[in-house]
């Protein structure tokens, strides 16, 4: 009996597998900026004193443009070390991990900076809680991929929270 390939209406990967390494990758890529760059913002909403001369605009500038840099220092030093290790080349997948690291941190970029245009100051805990719900979610429904309890991946989401909530508090007291 010799082995074929699978044809191609039937699925490469059962239901239920995990995804294949380069979609995985890109979607790994993906989620990570988000996080990064809502952990990151975080810091920089806690960090940053407002004015209350300060437009819901000028606020909501100031988050968006400190997340594109972060997004945009993230880019240069992932096409650097990417080039490092490829011989000076920037291929095809590395370029998709760009696109989806972009992708990531944009939509954390929107999430943020939309409250604070619309509520202005009062945005600020508004879009903290958002961010700090996406990061949240992601612990979540990474405790419930094992498959654990509910309750076992609300207590993962405590802990990642409460972690979470260290990491800003030291960013507190260093000041800024």
Same mark, same amino acid.
């Given at each position: 009996?010799?082995?074929?390939?699978?044809?191609?209406?039937?699925? !490469?990967? /059962?239901?239920? @597998?995990?995804? #294949?390494? %380069?979609? =995985?990758? $890109?979607l790994?890529?993906?989620?990570?900026? *988000? &996080?990064y760059?809502?952990?990151?913002?975080?810091a920089?909403?806690? !960090?940053? /004193?407002?004015? @209350?001369?300060? #437009?819901? %605009?000028? =606020?909501? $500038?100031?988050?968006?443009?400190?997340?594109? *840099? &972060?997004i945009?220092?993230?880019?240069?030093?992932f096409?650097?070390?990417?080039?490092?290790?490829?011989?000076?080349?920037?291929?095809?997948?590395?370029?998709?991990?760009?696109?989806?690291?972009?992708a990531?941190?944009?939509?954390v970029?929107?999430?943020?900076?939309?409250?604070?245009?619309?509520?202005?100051?009062?945005?600020?805990?508004?879009?903290?809680?958002?961010?700090i719900?996406?990061?949240?979610?992601?612990?979540?429904?990474?405790?419930?991929?094992?498959?654990?309890?509910?309750?076992?991946?609300?207590?993962?989401?405590?802990?990642?929270?409460?972690?979470?909530?260290?990491?800003?508090?030291?960013?507190?007291?260093?000041g800024?």
């Amino acid at each position: 009996m010799t082995d074929h390939p699978p044809k191609p209406d039937s699925p !490469a990967e /059962p239901a239920g @597998a995990p995804h #294949s390494g %380069t979609a =995985l990758e $890109v979607l790994r890529e993906a989620v990570t900026m *988000a &996080l990064y760059i809502s952990l990151s913002l975080l810091a920089v909403l806690i !960090a940053t /004193p407002t004015s @209350a001369e300060e #437009s819901s %605009t000028q =606020l909501a $500038v100031t988050v968006a443009l400190t997340a594109i *840099a &972060l997004i945009l220092a993230h880019q240069v030093a992932f096409r650097l070390s990417t080039r490092l290790l490829n011989r000076g080349l920037l291929d095809n997948d590395s370029l998709r991990l760009l696109g989806a690291q972009a992708a990531g941190g944009i939509a954390v970029v929107v999430l943020a900076t939309v409250p604070i245009l619309v509520l202005g100051a009062s945005g600020l805990r508004i879009a903290a809680a958002l961010l700090i719900t996406l990061v949240a979610v992601v612990g979540y429904v990474t405790a419930r991929s094992v498959p654990v309890s509910r309750t076992r991946a609300l207590l993962y989401v405590g802990v990642v929270v409460f972690a979470v909530g260290l990491v800003l508090v030291v960013k507190a007291l260093v000041g800024h």
